[in-house]
């Protein structure tokens, strides 16, 4: 079960990771052998098996619509990295 | 054109009015200082988890079960994945392959008898955060030099509606719609409006030679902010792809943005990559399993839909008076003005035109009162008739004032400016005579204007009728 | 001055009673531990960081790095959540509080929980205080090894495949993963949301026990969790008469077993029929053979979406770009460390388009068919006993550049995790001078089965849990 290098940028792409060419170079290595060891649950015949939505067997759990108090602003932004007025600020999306 | 059928579908995305938002308890609504109204669960921070909003589910099964809907005994939400700076997660919670409605059916009334529009499915999801483009040379995107984020609208829950491509023209969009919000409204769930944004409609659309029953590429269109801005929008591109096709060209796959400022579509920069939102059952939130006693509870609490009062009201005022009334929410005050004597079409004429005009509120006005005028609306003054129209919504209004004043009727007194007028206008007066009907308006008009509106408008239309046959 | 009291060998439990009889007070019991961890965690490394003062209340406790606890910094041991202050407690942080208990200090951990050794901390790894050369195991690490050092009375771990049991065995304490669902995952800063569970390490299993009561029970910020079926009961028998205990046949086949390993668990098994137990054989085939390849491929899947979260815009690193696509890319990159990069990148394959049949839809069959196989091997037994890692604590840097290698060391506690049942191990005695974990698994909420078990068979094994050159 290999992966190609194609496939891990974009993967990584995917991931929003800018990887390093060596990253790409070793990660390219080593989910080839990890993806060659999970593979093996390919081996089992499981059409009629229901995959495992949820491993606790619990339904309708949910809350009122009540509102509760919101965060005060200053730990809204206590950690952010980047304010403006009361918005937080990032770079142009294009 | 007629060789051709346009095919659209639409994808319709409605603001639920909960309290608080659908996995967090932070109030919901307009006006709040940025980012007041937001918490670890509505900012994504380590380690917060989303608690489903009961109400929301409960009225998304309101509204599938007015659509006709089966709703699912269950439902499972999902994440989806995409990167935008609007989405705190990472990830939009919105339910996937197991939505709570599905197949749908709603009965829109049209002028060859009953259209059908499938309902695919109804499902509940979290709204996207707001962001602001600031700097640039145009303010746009594009150009823009950063963005800021109010995670205030962030989280608040959405129905999203997905039609199937059942719907063949333009003003069909337009009415379905129309008739969609009016639904909506009516069962409480949400204002559905598209100014402000809590109802958003994307349209599918593609064209086929007519009779036939392919499905060719589809164009997307994004962003439309009102009904008449979605039936242009639909319009354009189905003359767009006909004339793609009749000139030996291929439709391509596109999705076009509604501009609100230019009312254009414009083709969005096509992606590097296609989108792949990785889809898995969200781990954090367990399945939603409505049981049956619920869901008849809430098929008990439905109104009677707007589809069949609109069927209820054609035989006496046609369908475009009668849809007009039902989706403007205005059908309940006709009934009952109609119940305290005032004949139906006018009913319906002064409701829809004079009421809704002077913008008054129909749930305030009294219907007794209302159908009072209606009846004297030809007996006194224009001006008056307006007046008391403008007021009807005001608390203890009496028509009693207005009714004691009298158009003119007189016919002595109205003959010499009948006579004026056709005097003023020799080229009207001779296309009346050549066969345009449509003048006989104008030239009322023309009176009630030099009477200042003391005119009767029915008398005065019999005079002039008269005088130009003679 | 000496100190008021010995940390090394204080329970969490003989450390209430000192302090309700007024013997010492919490201001002294704190800062005894704080002498301690000055004296020892310079080697061991066990605390990312420590609060001073005590904050009035009594009984200290150790809370590993993933744990949100308001105005304590929290980095779940990554460098992409350096600086981070949580404004909101977890959970389990405020149950603590309310309970009367004082956070010591912050507990080292592998990144993002990934891992087995503690070496994949972004603030560099823990040492075992049985031999600094040596792992403590992982990834609570951190937090194993200041319960075993003397560093605290006891302290809270997060388990997705084996962090709180598998650093107990190789640290020669009691480490108790719950069943899903009894212990809120609120402001625990989320690995694999369907796996992660939080739980109680300490030198007893009442110790154990008492933490449980404290953190356990429906939380409504968390839908996932359940009010508990019966209460928590403090374990006090000393036999376990008519106890059923099912053992694993394929034991015998699993060569990675080191036989030192083997030894230890042979004898705390004729030790339990001694004190009652009946033993008998099950079968739990599936659960070697596919249990691992199917929890690396739910684990870094839900992981992939769970750091999806780390962008840099509204806390952690931000490393600055033109756009906000680069911004992104870059902090994600400069932030994560090698191991949870491989998870996000193998994650997101096992997700994406083409590959989510095989692989994320195939795994979450394979763990249809491991609920179904613990279902029905627990059928006749209270109780599944299996050692809790198959080999004791191994040099640090020894597996760090093989994923695979350190990926099979939760082999043994990796499949009941995937079934959503308790773990709870216990020390059962040494190979080679250093500790051995015993693994007790029941069935969904029977904590309670483990308890009186697990209680029993340390007494019988007397095991002391001081490591020897600490002694
Ligand atoms: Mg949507
Ligand atoms: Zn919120």
Redo the contacts between chains.
């Keep these: 079960m290999a992966?190609s290098r194609d496939?891990?940028l974009?993967?990584?792409?995917?991931?929003?990771?800018?990887?390093?060419e060596d990253?790409v170079d070793r990660?390219t290595t080593?989910?080839g052998?990890?993806?060659e060891?999970?593979?093996?649950?390919?081996e089992?015949d499981?059409v009629d098996?229901?995959?495992?939505?949820?491993?606790?067997d619990?339904?309708?759990?949910?809350?009122?619509?009540?509102?509760?108090e919101?965060?005060p602003?200053d730990?809204?932004?206590?950690?952010?990295?980047?304010r403006?007025?009361?918005?937080?600020?990032?770079?142009?999306?294009? | 054109m007629s060789a051709w059928e346009p095919v659209v579908g639409l994808e319709i995305h409605v603001h639920l009015k909960t309290r608080t938002k659908m996995f967090c308890r932070c109030p919901v609504g307009f006006g709040a200082g940025e980012n007041t109204q937001t918490c670890p669960v509505c900012l994504g921070l380590p380690g917060a988890l989303p608690v489903i909003n009961r109400r929301a589910v409960e009225w998304t099964i309101k509204l599938g079960l007015a659509l006709g809907c089966e709703i699912r005994g269950h439902a499972v939400f999902a994440r989806k994945h995409y990167p935008y700076p609007d989405l705190p997660k990472g990830y939009q919670i919105s339910q996937y392959d197991l939505p709570s409605c599905v197949d749908g059916k709603v009965i829109l009334p049209s002028a060859d008898g009953d259209r059908e529009i499938g309902i695919v499915r109804a499902h509940l999801e979290e709204d996207a955060a707001k962001t602001v483009h600031v700097g640039g040379r145009t303010g746009r995107i594009g150009g823009a030099d950063y963005s800021l984020i109010d995670f205030n609208r962030g989280g608040t829950p959405l129905v999203e509606i997905v039609t199937a491509p059942d719907i063949r023209s333009a003003d069909e969009a337009k009415r379905f719609l129309q008739l969609l919000r009016q639904t909506i409204v009516e069962l409480g769930i949400s204002d559905a409006e598209m100014e402000k944004g809590a109802l958003r409609a994307d349209a599918n659309v593609s064209v086929r030679p007519a009779g036939s029953n392919e499905l060719r590429t589809r164009t997307e269109l994004k962003n439309m902010n009102s009904f008449t801005f979605i039936a242009r929008g639909i319009e354009a591109e189905v003359e767009r792809q006909v004339g793609v096709w009749e000139s030996g060209g291929e439709v391509r796959q596109e999705t076009y943005d509604f501009d609100a400022a230019s009312g254009k579509l414009t083709p969005r920069r096509a992606k590097e990559e296609a989108d792949d939102y990785r889809y898995f059952p969200e781990p954090d939130l367990v399945p939603v399993e409505p049981p049956a006693e619920l869901v008849e509870r809430l098929r008990g609490e439905l109104p009677e839909p707007p589809g069949a009062r609109i069927e209820r009201l054609e035989g006496t005022l046609g369908l475009e008076r009668s849809s007009v009334l039902v989706t403007g929410g205005l059908d309940r005050l006709w009934e009952e003005t109609v119940a305290a004597g005032a004949e139906p079409v006018q009913a319906a004429n002064v409701i829809a035109n004079a009421l809704m005009g002077a913008g008054v509120d129909p749930g305030s006005v009294s219907a007794t009162e209302l159908a009072r005028l209606v009846d004297a609306r030809d007996r006194i003054p224009r001006a008056a008739f307006d007046e008391a129209v403008s007021k009807l919504g005001e608390p203890g209004f009496s028509a009693d004032p207005y009714l004691t004043q009298e158009a003119v009727s007189d016919e002595s007194e109205l003959e010499p400016v009948i006579a004026r007028v056709l005097e003023a206008n020799p080229g009207e007066v001779e296309a009346y005579r050549g066969g345009k009907d449509g003048l006989l308006g104008f030239f009322v008009g023309q009176v009630m204007k030099e009477t200042q509106g003391k005119a009767n408008p029915r008398v005065v239309s019999e005079l002039v009728k008269a005088k130009l046959s003679a | 001055m000496a100190p008021v009291v010995d940390t090394l060998r204080l329970t969490a439990e003989d450390a209430i009673g000192l302090v309700q009889r007024g013997d010492v007070s919490a201001g002294e019991l704190h800062a005894a531990y704080l002498e301690a961890i000055e004296e020892r965690d310079g080697e061991l490394h066990a605390y990312l960081r420590t609060v001073e003062e005590a904050d009035g209340a009594s009984i200290p406790i150790a809370l590993k790095d993933v744990i949100s606890t308001r105005g304590v910094e929290t980095t779940a041991g990554s460098r992409i959540l350096e600086g981070y202050v949580p404004v909101f407690d977890a959970t389990v942080a405020a149950r603590c509080r309310a309970a009367g208990l004082t956070l010591l200090g912050k507990t080292n951990t592998d990144e993002f929980a990934m891992g087995s050794s503690t070496e994949n901390s972004a603030w560099g790894p823990s040492r075992n205080p049985w031999d600094p050369a040596l792992v403590p195991g992982g990834s609570g690490g951190g937090t194993a090894a200041a319960v075993s050092a003397g560093l605290a009375p006891w302290g809270l771990g997060s388990d997705t495949g084996g962090s709180i049991k598998q650093p107990s065995a190789l640290c020669g304490n009691v480490g108790l993963r719950p069943t899903y669902g009894s212990v809120s995952r609120f402001g625990v800063v989320a690995f694999a949301s369907s796996l992660d569970q939080i739980g109680p390490v300490a030198k007893t299993v009442r110790d154990v026990a008492l933490l449980y009561s404290i953190i356990a029970g429906r939380d409504r910020c968390d839908s996932t969790t359940v009010e508990l079926p019966e209460e928590v009961r403090l374990p006090e028998d000393e036999r376990v008469d008519g106890l059923r205990i099912g053992v694993p046949r394929q034991l015998a086949d699993l060569d990675a077993i080191e036989p030192g390993v083997r030894a230890a668990f042979e004898r705390s098994l004729e030790l339990a029929e001694e004190l009652g137990a009946e033993l008998g054989e099950c079968d739990l085939p599936l659960s070697y053979r596919y249990g691992m390849p199917c929890y690396y491929l739910v684990a870094p899947a839900e992981a992939s979406s769970n750091l999806a979260r780390y962008d840099g815009v509204r806390y952690g690193l931000r490393t600055e770009a033109d756009t906000y696509d680069g911004m992104v890319e870059r902090t994600r990159d400069d932030g994560f460390g090698p191991e949870p990069k491989r998870r996000i990148m193998l994650g997101t394959y096992a997700l994406s388009a083409g590959y989510y049949e095989a692989f994320y839809g195939q795994a979450q069959k394979v763990r249809t068919l491991l609920i179904r196989e613990h279902r029905e091997a627990l059928e006749p037994f209270d109780v599944i006993a299996t050692p809790t890692s198959p080999a004791v604590a191994f040099p640090i840097g020894d597996k760090a550049a093989d994923p695979l290698a350190m990926y099979a060391c939760d082999l043994l506690t990796i499949p009941s995790c995937l079934a959503g049942l308790p773990g709870l191990s216990i020390p059962c005695g040494l190979s080679d001078g250093l500790p051995v974990g015993l693994q007790l698994l029941g069935p969904q909420f029977g904590e309670n089965t483990l308890f009186r078990l697990g209680h029993a068979l340390e007494r019988a094994l007397g095991f002391d849990t001081v490591p020897e050159r600490l002694r």
């Design positions: 992966i496939e891990v974009h993967v990584a792409r995917l991931a929003r990771l800018a990887l390093t990253e990660l080593e989910l052998a990890i993806l060891a999970v593979g093996v649950v390919a089992l499981l098996v229901p995959p495992t939505e949820h491993p606790l619990v339904v309708n759990v949910w809350g009122e619509d009540e509102p509760h919101s965060l602003l730990d809204v932004f206590a950690n952010a990295p980047a403006e007025g009361d918005l937080f600020r990032v770079p142009p999306t294009v």
